[in-house]
Each structure stands twice: as C-alpha cells, then as structure tokens.
C-alpha cells in the first residue's frame, strides 16, 4: 500500500499560472480533504469529499476548485495563483465519516507563488 | 478565532523526561480529540485520540488527558525518546448531527525537541 500520494513535491508559479495538485489514495477510502498549512499555523480545510462525484467547501475554498471523479484520485486546482497561496497543500484521506476518524496524510506539496 | 489553541510553540526535554504537550478548546461542540505527529517533509500522523465520554487514553508511552469542564487536554509521552522530536497538532471534531458530516480543526502545532 503507498497509501496517500501527492504530486509535484514542490512547484514554484508566477502569478495567474494555474496548475493542478494530484492526490491519489490506494486504501479505498470514500472520503479525502485537502488542508493547507500557512507557516506556524495548524491546516486549515480548503475543500473535502465524501465520495466520487460530491465534494463540499471547507474553511477556506476560495481561489481553489476539486473534482472526484474517482474513489481513488481527488486532484485540486489553482485557477489564479496569487502569493497569499504560497503554502505546504496536504490531502488526506479517511475510511469513515464521524468524529475521530482517522485521516491519513500524503507528504504534502511545497507551492510558493511569485 | 481559534477554536483550538496550542499555546506553546515549542518544548525542549531531556531523553527520558516526561513530555507534557498542552491544548484548549473554545468550542463546546467539540467532542472527540486526536493527536497528529509531524515529521520534516512529511505528512501529520495519527498518534492518539479521546472521546469526550473519557477522561484518560493511554496507547503504550503515550497518554491523552482530556479535563471538559476546563476545555483543556494533554498530551504525555513517558519517558521521553529523541525519535520523538516532531510536531505535534492537536485536533478536535464536533458531534455528528443528523447525516452531517464533521471535521477536524487544527491547532497551530507545537514543536517538541527531544536531547539525548
């Protein structure tokens, strides 16, 4: 099992480049998130789904879009890169719903905005 | 408005010490509380969690204390290992309701150095 991957590992974008952050879960897991952490604050939640084909807004979704089209894969897209979206991206993973469902994290991408 | 603090930035402890990592809550709603271990380049891991029915979890050299009517818990690692020096996020999540769905909030971490 590799369990939650994330590609690129880092990336650097010019502002108003877009690009898409691949996630990929092999544990067959119906639910996915995806955190972003700003340095010295915890992750925040941009978007999460809780199967192929629904996906909802998390705490902070604006300027980012999310399909899941699949179990497995829940890519995550930067329309406008703007530099307040220079952050560490993390998706994760869970098997259930409720609370204390343990999510599995990927190693996360490195994006910096310039 | 941080619903979770972590008041503490950083901790430094001796190898074999206890290592007493804290957290308050604000939200009343939440009820169940997990701790995530982060390494350098990696993702957050699962360490240890407590519903709001207990008080205590132990899991081997770690031990989660959850006090609800001071909306604080603590993290204890006995004895400390040098392996140990992470990141630690505490996270909570509120009741379910209805077929809703809950998430987690995330402190902002606190970095524990373990010294041999």
């Known amino acids: 099992n590799a369990g939650v991957t994330q590609t690129p590992k880092f990336r650097i974008l010019k502002i108003g480049q877009s690009m898409t952050l691949q996630c990929a879960q092999d544990?067959?897991?119906?639910?996915m998130y995806w955190y972003r952490q700003d340095p010295g604050m915890g992750l925040k939640l941009i978007y999460y789904?809780?199967?192929?084909?629904?996906?909802d807004k998390g705490e902070v979704p604006n300027g980012y879009n999310v399909s899941r089209s699949t179990t497995e894969d829940f890519p995550l897209r930067l329309e406008l890169a703007a530099p307040s979206q220079t952050s560490v991206y993390f998706c994760?993973?869970?098997?259930?719903?409720?609370?204390?469902?343990?999510?599995?994290f990927g190693p996360g991408t490195r994006l910096t905005v310039l | 408005d941080q619903q979770v603090k972590q008041n503490s930035p950083s901790l430094s402890v001796q190898e074999g010490r206890i290592s007493i990592l804290n957290c308050d809550y604000t939200?009343?709603?939440?009820?169940?509380f997990l701790w995530y271990k982060k390494y350098p380049a990696e993702g957050p891991t699962f360490l240890i969690s407590?519903?709001?029915?207990?008080d205590k979890n132990e899991d081997g050299r770690f031990t989660v204390f959850l006090n609800k009517s001071a909306k604080h818990l603590s993290l204890h690692i006995v004895p400390s290992q040098p392996g140990d020096s992470a990141v630690y996020f505490c996270?909570?999540?509120?009741?379910?309701?209805?077929?809703?769905?809950?998430?987690?909030?995330f402190g902002k971490g606190t970095m524990l150095l373990v010294s041999p």
């Open positions: 994760a993973s869970s098997e259930d719903r409720g609370p204390g469902n343990e999510q599995f």
């Open positions: 544990m067959n897991h119906n639910y």
């Open positions: 789904s809780v199967g192929a084909g629904i996906t």
């Open positions: 939200n009343s709603m939440f009820d169940y």
């Open positions: 407590i519903s709001s029915i207990k």
């Open positions: 996270a909570a999540s509120p009741i379910l309701l209805n077929s809703g769905y809950s998430t987690l909030t």
